[in-house]
């Protein structure tokens, strides 16, 4: 029997990283996409039992749907695709910056959503944070997750009933950009439980997702409470009392 297998893009480090390593855990292949990672993809899979990579600029749709296309026709279980690659950069709300919008865009939202049309077509198996809470900081970032999360549904309901859809929507995890170790502690605590959410939380809630009963379409949430609060600015920013 072969082993089920799940394709985790941006699977090379951070929070890819615990994913792939959360179902290598559970002896899935793994296929783990990268792009500027390479060397760190190809040392996470020498690790693990049974494990690939898969090297694609995601900016490029043409390309992330081939990835897809190349994958299906040899992986005889595919149950899973985490959408986990995104770009998170800096911007003004009232000023557009087209490069990193068009960048947000592409990465976040329109090959995420192109590869999961692509996956639903395709891979068949035998077994059949800044959305709630939005603030105006990381401007092409943020619209980028809100146009991906309004596929979700729609998705789901195209995919119905042999395939679920869903979104894993994260608080602060990691340490962004330039944050200092002291501001990461304070941001990062910034939600209802004032605690720090763990790497090994999103990928439990991976695995659930994956393997659970949750109703397909539906947005599961990994942020210690954060999204419901009201914060004018992104923690980073609060943090640093800005």
């Given at each position: 029997?072969?082993?089920?297998?799940?394709?985790?893009?941006?699977?090379?480090?951070?929070?890819?990283?615990?994913?792939?390593?959360?179902?290598?855990?559970?002896?899935?292949?793994?296929?783990?996409?990268?792009?500027?990672?390479?060397?760190?993809?190809?040392?996470?899979?020498?690790?693990?039992?049974?494990?690939?990579?898969?090297?694609?600029?995601?900016?490029?749709?043409?390309?992330?749907?081939?990835?897809?296309?190349?994958?299906?026709?040899?992986?005889?279980?595919?149950?899973?695709?985490?959408?986990?690659?995104?770009?998170?950069?800096?911007?003004?709300?009232?000023?557009?910056?087209?490069?990193?919008?068009?960048?947000?865009?592409?990465?976040?939202?329109?090959?995420?959503?192109?590869?999961?049309?692509?996956?639903?077509?395709?891979?068949?198996?035998?077994?059949?944070?800044?959305?709630?809470?939005?603030?105006?900081?990381?401007?092409?970032?943020?619209?980028?997750?809100?146009?991906?999360?309004?596929?979700?549904?729609?998705?789901?309901?195209?995919?119905?009933?042999?395939?679920?859809?869903?979104?894993?929507?994260?608080?602060?995890?990691?340490?962004?950009?330039?944050?200092?170790?002291?501001?990461?502690?304070?941001?990062?605590?910034?939600?209802?439980?004032?605690?720090?959410?763990?790497?090994?939380?999103?990928?439990?809630?991976?695995?659930?997702l994956a393997t659970g009963p949750l109703?397909?379409?539906?947005?599961?949430?990994?942020?210690?409470?954060?999204?419901?609060?009201?914060?004018?600015?992104?923690?980073?920013?609060?943090?640093?009392?800005?």
């Open positions: 029997m072969p082993r089920p297998a799940v394709l985790v893009t941006g699977g090379a480090r951070r929070i890819g990283e615990a994913i792939v390593r959360r179902f290598a855990a559970q002896g899935w292949h793994v296929v783990i996409h990268c792009h500027g990672s390479v060397d760190a993809a190809r040392a996470l899979a020498a690790e693990l039992p049974s494990a690939e990579v898969a090297v694609c600029n995601l900016i490029d749709i043409a390309s992330a749907i081939g990835m897809i296309e190349s994958l299906a026709p040899r992986l005889a279980d595919w149950r899973v695709l985490v959408n986990s690659a995104s770009v998170f950069r800096p911007d003004d709300v009232l000023k557009l910056d087209s490069p990193t919008f068009a960048e947000a865009m592409r990465v976040n939202a329109t090959s995420p959503a192109a590869m999961a049309q692509a996956f639903l077509r395709h891979a068949r198996s035998p077994a059949g944070r800044k959305l709630a809470n939005p603030n105006p900081d990381f401007f092409s970032y943020t619209v980028s997750k809100h146009a991906l999360a309004a596929t979700v549904p729609l998705l789901a309901m195209a995919a119905a009933p042999a395939d679920r859809v869903y979104a894993l929507a994260l608080g602060a995890i990691l340490a962004s950009h330039d944050q200092s170790p002291e501001e990461t502690e304070i941001s990062h605590r910034l939600n209802l439980l004032e605690r720090r959410t763990g790497v090994d939380e999103v990928a439990e809630a991976a695995w659930f109703a397909s379409g539906q947005t599961l949430f990994v942020d210690s409470g954060q999204h419901l609060l009201s914060q004018p600015r992104d923690v980073m920013f609060l943090a640093r009392g800005e």
